[in-house]
T-cell receptor, first 113, second 116 residues
């Protein structure tokens, strides 16, 4: 199976930068997703990495190192509305070609004034 | 709006009862996934269907079952309900993954089930 670790909670200040880390142990790795989930709402897709390096999308960036089994999500110029849970999800290719996605428990980010 | 719809939005029932949750995927998506999210818990994958056939099973209890119909909508059936089954149940849909394409999952708004 997959083992995905992320910090449970983080707090950061409005306007600052925060980095949310995710480590994973798996075989057949075929991509890593970050999703944002506000309390009581559905997760929404933020980013996808399959190759090593940094993917930038506005205020959000995601980094992947496949050799280290490590990813981070970087949020810049934090806004109060960024208070949410951030879910790291790993996709693996299983026998028969099926691709399975497993979600981490999520990091609850609180942005304070 | 992700394009995935789920009904009902809220459901309150008693222990021992049976309920059916319904999901309609985004237009063109062939895969449907069901997840359970209890309070302060991560998304627990239950089951996936692709074009009407079961594709993968996660931590789904024997009391739970699902199916995907020819029009691609899906239903999750929960029976002999227990207090611990109270949770948010999400449905997600995606197109079929090919190579390293995104194939991200689009989530519906969820059904909040309360078992009393």
């Amino acid at each position: 199976g997959q083992n995905i670790d992320q910090p449970t909670e983080m707090t950061a200040t409005e306007g600052a930068i925060v980095q949310i880390n995710c480590t994973y142990q798996t075989s057949g790795f075929n991509g890593l997703f970050w999703y944002q989930q506000h309390a009581g709402e559905a997760p929404t897709f933020l980013s996808y990495n399959v190759l090593d390096g940094l993917e930038e999308k506005g205020r959000f960036s995601s980094f992947l190192s496949r050799s280290k089994g490590y990813s981070y999500l970087l949020l810049k110029e934090l806004q109060m509305k960024d208070s949410a849970s951030y879910l790291c999800a790993v996709r693996v290719r299983e026998l028969g070609g099926y691709q399975k996605v497993t979600f981490g428990i999520g990091t609850k980010l609180q942005v304070i004034p | 709006d992700s394009g995935v719809t789920q009904t009902p939005k809220h459901l309150i029932t008693a222990t021992g009862q049976r309920v059916t949750l319904r999901c309609s995927p985004r237009s063109g998506d062939l895969s449907v996934y069901w997840y359970q999210q209890s309070l302060d818990q991560g998304l627990q994958f239950l089951i996936q269907y692709y074009n009407g056939e079961e594709r993968a099973k996660g931590n789904i209890l024997e009391r739970f079952s699902a199916q995907q119909f020819p029009d691609l909508h899906s239903e999750l059936n929960l029976s002999s309900l227990e207090l611990g089954d109270s949770a948010l149940y999400f449905c997600a849909s995606s197109v079929v993954a090919s190579g390293n394409s995104y194939n991200e999952q689009f989530f519906g708004p969820g059904t909040r089930l309360t078992v009393l």
